[in-house]
């Protein structure tokens, strides 16, 4: 078994560590396909051998430069890595336009290979006809500059996000209603003034607490204008660039491109499935909304709509008074090295795993490393990179590192957060939960023989419903009363959790709206390409959920999925339909050892093997259904 991958220790290491790193796993794609080029005598198994080591290779090359370009504090170093991705992303778009390595699977004969080798032909064999391979020589030219030109405006894209900090000054009146530990880390300055920023240690306690309408305004005001103008003309030519590809390609648009490989099955399903939430969530978004109307007009009585700066914190409002939550209180029982260590218990618990810490040099003093291990048996090293710094990835997500292959290599993943260092929100810790599902996930698929179908390699459409069913192990009682505890040490009560559930429910269908509409815009947006996209992401925005977007605006500008998930932020709640679906088979005990263990050995560790939908239909015993999704809407 190889080593876990080696980061320099040295600062002055790294700039030539990334374009070693670079050169080494190119030169490993280029041989194996002299090899398969040149070797007409190879089996058929011999074949697919020979493309495992090309993925691998390039799975190590995509994982390590992606990382570093969203995470090293060194703005070369992250240069280095963005020219790394970008020169790997069109090493493998250009592989599947080279006519000779498609003859060699095309004459490949699936008759001689067992289930799983046919399958990762049949995939092999798809990917090269939807890279264009079969195309004249002029198009798949033509293709491959496209190809190319989507990689470098979606690194644009999120380097711009990235590094599109900004701050506002606001009076020192304008904090009424933060917490005391927020206000003692935000000094008043000689003119009275306090700073601002839109990282999420600032944003997510303003929109949540401040009674100060203006103060909210103004700060999600200037998250929704996140890297704009700059992305204003990345957005508009990555729009066109892929309706090109898809259209050169043969199919009607970019989401029909996108949804071929997905559960979904094709991009008119995308609104059809729309539809579907815009009726499930209609009439109780309408009845949530009037109740925060009024609400927010007790407040700001000549009001005549809520906005999304008014969202979160009218919901906290009315949870207080109406359901006796109060989110300060609540915050108090998270500090977040208890949420960290706790996930850590909780999951190892519920996984039959464990977090064994080792020393291994990283990219910042931030980041802590685990061994994930069973019995004593190493079965991956996760990386834990949680706080926010310049430059460095201003979301949540989960980076595959290391594809994990059976009897040669054990995988890694990384997350990438921006949690603050002290008491943490419960949304945090939701979030928590849910990236940390897409990293054990990550881990524990990671034993399969194919590159192909280890780890999060599945339908992209599924891969968020691990994630979202972990999340509801955040508002079990049991589990948070395992860790959650305020700086006395008492123990969150359960009879608090109870009561954060029951009001969790209200504001649910507007949530769905809220969603709906970033699924409604990556989708108008990607088949519709309009000119003015200001204009039309806000109608969507407006047309899709009674709470209002901010007016002369640009959240598209800073909408990170937009590269990653295209037309496809349907997914979100597409899996989340299977996440509740799933949750259901733990039958009101999230850690039923034998839910828990059937779970984890039918689902997540077979990674990309099978469909998901077999998967899911395996552990459920049917066909997944939409009416857990329903009931939860309902609050029921």
Same mark, same amino acid.
């Given at each position: ?6 980061f320099?220790?040295a600062?002055?290491a790294?700039?030539?560590f ?9 030169a490993v ?8 080029v040149?070797?007409?005598?190879l089996a058929?198994?011999?074949r ?14 995509l ?9 090293h ?11 790394a ?5 069109a $090493?493998?778009a250009?592989?599947? $336009?080279?006519p000779?390595?498609?003859?060699v ?6 008759? /001689? ?6 399958r990762?032909?049949?995939?092999? +064999? ?8 079969d ?6 030219e ?11 405006l ?6 711009n996000?990235r ?9 020192a ?20 003034f ?5 990282d999420?240690?600032?944003l997510m306690?303003v929109r ?12 999600? /005001?200037?998250?929704?204008?996140l ?10 030519e990555?729009l ?5 590809r898809?259209?050169?390609l ?19 399903a995308?609104?059809?499935f ?22 927010? +007009?007790?407040d700001?009585p ?11 914190y ?14 300060q ?8 090295e ?10 190892? +618990? ?7 810490p080792v020393?291994?040099p ?11 291990? +069973? ?18 990835y ?9 594809p994990?292959?059976?009897?040669r290599?054990?995988?890694e993943?990384?997350?990438?957060c921006?949690f603050?260092r002290g008491?943490?929100?419960?949304d945090e ?12 996930h990550d ?11 280890t ?16 999340e ?16 006395a040490g008492?123990?969150i ?8 559930r029951?009001?969790d429910?209200?504001?649910?269908a507007?949530?769905?709206r809220?969603?709906l ?10 088949v ?11 109608r ?7 709470v209002?977007p901010?007016?002369g605006v ?13 037309a496809?932020y ?20 999230l ?8 779970y ?20 459920l015993?049917?066909p997944f ?7 939860w809407?309902?609050?029921?």
């Amino acid at each position: 078994m190889r080593e876990p991958l080696q980061f320099p220790e040295a600062a002055d290491a790294w700039l030539p560590f990334v374009t070693a790193f670079a050169a080494d796993r190119t030169a490993v794609v280029s041989d194996v396909d002299w090899r398969l080029v040149q070797d007409a005598s190879l089996a058929p198994i011999e074949r697919l051998e020979l493309w495992n080591e090309a993925d691998i290779a390039l799975g190590e090359l995509l994982g390590a430069a992606y990382l570093i370009s969203e995470s090293h504090p060194d703005a070369a170093v992250r240069e280095a890595a963005e020219s790394a991705a970008q020169e790997a992303e069109a $090493l493998a778009a250009a592989r599947l $336009l080279n006519p000779d390595l498609w003859a060699v699977f095309a004459a490949a004969d699936a008759a /001689a290979l067992h289930p799983l080798e046919q399958r990762l032909l049949s995939h092999i +064999r798809r990917d090269f006809r939807r890279g264009g391979v079969d195309l004249d020589a002029e198009t798949r030219e033509r293709v491959r500059s496209l190809v190319e030109r989507d990689t470098a405006l979606s690194l644009a894209f999120s380097r711009n996000i990235r590094d599109g900090r900004r701050e506002i000054r606001v009076p020192a009146e304008g904090l009424a209603g933060l917490p005391q530990d927020f206000i003692d880390a935000h000094p008043v300055d000689e003119d009275g003034f306090v700073t601002l920023t839109t990282d999420y240690t600032d944003l997510m306690p303003v929109r949540e607490y401040a009674r100060v309408r203006e103060t909210r305004l103004a700060l999600v /005001a200037a998250y929704n204008d996140l890297a704009w103008p700059d992305n204003e003309s990345v957005l508009a030519e990555l729009l066109e660039v892929r309706a090109e590809r898809a259209r050169l390609l043969g199919y009607a648009d970019w989401a029909e491109y996108e949804t071929e490989t997905r559960m979904i099955g094709s991009g008119a399903a995308i609104p059809a499935f729309l539809e579907r939430l815009d009726i499930a969530s209609d009439l109780a978004s309408s009845a949530e909304y009037d109740r925060v109307l009024a609400r927010l +007009r007790q407040d700001a009585p000549d009001v005549d709509e809520v906005t999304i700066a008014d969202f979160w914190y009218v919901l906290g409002a009315i949870k207080r008074e109406e359901y006796d939550v109060d989110a300060q209180l609540v915050r108090s029982y998270f500090p977040f090295e208890r949420v960290r260590d706790g996930i850590l218990d909780v999951t190892g +618990r519920l996984l039959d795993i464990e977090y064994v810490p080792v020393a291994a040099p990283t990219w910042h003093p931030d980041v802590a490393s685990y061994d994930v291990v +069973r019995g004593g048996t190493a079965l991956g090293r996760i990386h834990l990179d949680l706080h926010p710094r310049p430059g460095k990835y201003s979301h949540a997500a989960c980076f595959p590192l290391v594809p994990g292959i059976k009897g040669r290599q054990l995988p890694e993943a990384v997350l990438l957060c921006n949690f603050s260092r002290g008491l943490l929100e419960h949304d945090e810790v939701v979030t928590f939960f849910h990236e940390f599902g897409h990293l054990v996930h990550d881990i524990l698929a990671g034993g399969q023989r194919w590159a192909r179908f280890t780890g999060i390699q599945t339908e992209w459409d599924f891969v968020e419903a691990p994630s979202q069913l972990l999340e509801e192990w955040a508002w079990d009682a049991d589990v948070l009363g395992s860790f959650a505890a305020n700086a006395a040490g008492e123990p969150i009560p359960a009879d608090l959790v109870a009561r954060m559930r029951t009001a969790d429910a209200f504001g649910r269908a507007l949530e769905v709206r809220r969603q709906l509409g970033h699924a409604t815009v990556s989708y108008r947006l990607h088949v519709d390409r309009p000119g003015d996209l200001q204009g039309a992401t806000e109608r969507l925005y407006a047309s899709t959920s009674p709470v209002q977007p901010l007016r002369g605006v640009h959240p598209y500008a800073g909408f990170g999925h937009l590269t990653g998930y295209g037309a496809c932020y349907y997914t979100y709640q597409w899996s989340l339909v299977i996440a509740r679906d799933l949750l259901s088979a733990f039958d009101g005990d999230l850690m039923n050892p034998d839910a828990a263990a059937r779970y984890r050995t039918e689902v997540l560790e077979r990674g990309g093997t099978r469909d998901a939908r077999e998967l899911v239909e395996e552990f459920l015993g049917r066909p997944f259904a939409f009416d857990a999704y329903r009931a939860w809407l309902a609050g029921e």
